[in-house]
């Protein structure tokens, strides 16, 4: 099918890519004439495992192009919509100016019976409003809101083989048009028997900021249970594990560590609270403004957990943080624990010095005051703690007996609960962990 991508941030650049590895022939377009000229060169301006690769592919094979021009749209029959929904400032609702704005510029381009499908993560409502919109400028288009799930790291497998596919359709004969329209996109993951839901406008975006609202309170659950745990000398793995079995409550999403981050999770469940407070519905939520304040809570107890280490006083101590992205293969360092704790640690007067193989250069861009490398070697020599605060694969599998030869100090916390204490022990390191006993 003949498709365009509105938006080609990370989501956009992703689901253009992806599309064009499909079969498809995918025009991108971005308003921003440096980020299409690097997409047009394979160069995002994101690190995601394989993006490049299949950047590189379907460049070459010319299924894949990106431009700034709207007018490059006109002959596609499927539009997807993937721009961003950033918080506003000074607010906690989502800034929907780029969705209005993709939409206006798209329009005129729009043809008869071609189909808009919105991927971005909005306030439930926002749909029928950009239908309405549509509707003025090209009455014979249609409209339906497609929401995504990628996780970072794993976005390409994500977009490619989806462990579910929603529909948010319009009713009437628009419903089914848009329906077929969608079904022969999808038509490889729908054949391999991918889950379909199909459904109207609220329910479609209610679907992703309920998910992530979901996901943010088992996350903040287990790291309020990891206080209990450390008051009362419990170890709060052993207790998901245990929990975990119950299959009505999975062990997923059960670590418990420094909490969690990146540019979809916090500012969705707060854009999610203010849509329920503009719907009179502000009681309903409240629980997620205190699932928002365990999270952050997690990264002054890491701190602390330092702070108690070197006996209460951090000034002119050596501190390597391994890990500033907010997750693992991602470069990603908006809202993420890690950067926020290192932050602190440098406030408090301890010499910081950061460790990540990809996320250096957003953090920099933010926090120049800090000292950078990606060798974990560089990152240990010397220091007297250890903070593990990105679960890297390379830190995870760090051997304590040689990082021990490296160290003037041997204090390691375990900010993501992920490395073997009683092999740390072993190799003579104090170990702390977050609700570990």
Request: net charge negative.
């Amino acid at each position: 099918m003949r498709l365009s991508v509105i938006g080609c941030g990370y989501l956009g650049a992703v689901h253009a890519a992806c599309m064009a590895e499909l079969g498809h022939d995918v025009v991108g377009i971005d308003v921003d004439p440096t980020k299409v000229a690097a997409l047009n060169l394979a160069q995002p301006t994101l690190y995601e495992p394989g993006l490049v690769e299949i950047l590189q592919r379907n460049l070459t094979n010319g299924r894949l192009r990106f431009t700034t021009d709207f007018a490059a749209a006109a002959d596609a029959q499927v539009h997807f919509l993937g721009v961003g929904t950033p918080q506003k400032r000074g607010e906690q609702a989502a800034d929907l100016s780029y969705v209005y704005a993709a939409v206006d510029s798209l329009a005129p381009y729009v043809a008869p019976g071609a189909l808009i499908a919105g991927k971005s993560t909005v306030p439930v409502g926002t749909a029928a409003s950009v239908e309405a919109r549509l509707k003025q400028v090209q009455p014979e288009a249609m409209l339906a809101w497609n929401p995504e799930f990628l996780r970072e790291g794993v976005a390409v497998s994500d977009t490619i083989s989806p462990d579910r596919i929603v529909y948010g359709l319009p009713a009437g004969p628009d419903g089914e048009k848009a329906r077929a329209l969608l079904d022969q996109v999808y038509s490889q993951a729908l054949s391999a028997g991918t889950p379909l839901v199909a459904t109207d406008f609220a329910t479609a975006e209610l679907v992703k900021v309920a998910a992530n609202a979901f996901l943010a309170t088992k996350i903040s659950f287990i790291n309020a249970m990891s206080e209990v745990a450390a008051a009362t000398g419990a170890d709060v793995t052993k207790l998901a594990d245990a929990i975990g079995y119950d299959e009505r409550i999975g062990r997923k999403f059960l670590n418990a560590g420094a909490g969690f981050g990146g540019g979809c999770l916090p500012k969705d469940i707060r854009a999610f609270r203010a849509r329920a407070e503009e719907l009179g519905l502000g009681d309903t939520l409240t629980f997620l403004k205190e699932v928002e304040s365990i999270n952050l809570r997690q990264r002054v107890r890491i701190s602390e957990l330092v702070v108690e280490a070197l006996d209460g006083h951090l000034m002119g101590h050596r501190v390597a943080v391994l890990g500033l992205a907010f997750k693992p293969e991602s470069d990603d360092v908006r809202d993420s624990p890690a950067l926020d704790v290192a932050v602190r640690l440098h406030g408090l007067g301890a010499d910081v010095v950061c460790a990540d193989p990809k996320a250096i250069a957003n953090a920099a861009a933010l926090h120049p005051q800090l000292s950078y490398t990606e060798e974990v070697t560089d990152a240990i020599d010397g220091a007297e703690v250890l903070v593990l605060l990105t679960e890297w694969k390379q830190y995870r599998e760090l051997d304590p007996a040689l990082a021990a030869t490296k160290v003037r100090g041997r204090i390691v916390i375990d900010g993501r609960n992920v490395l073997d204490p009683e092999a740390w022990r072993r190799a003579g390191w104090r170990y702390y962990g977050v609700g570990r006993n």
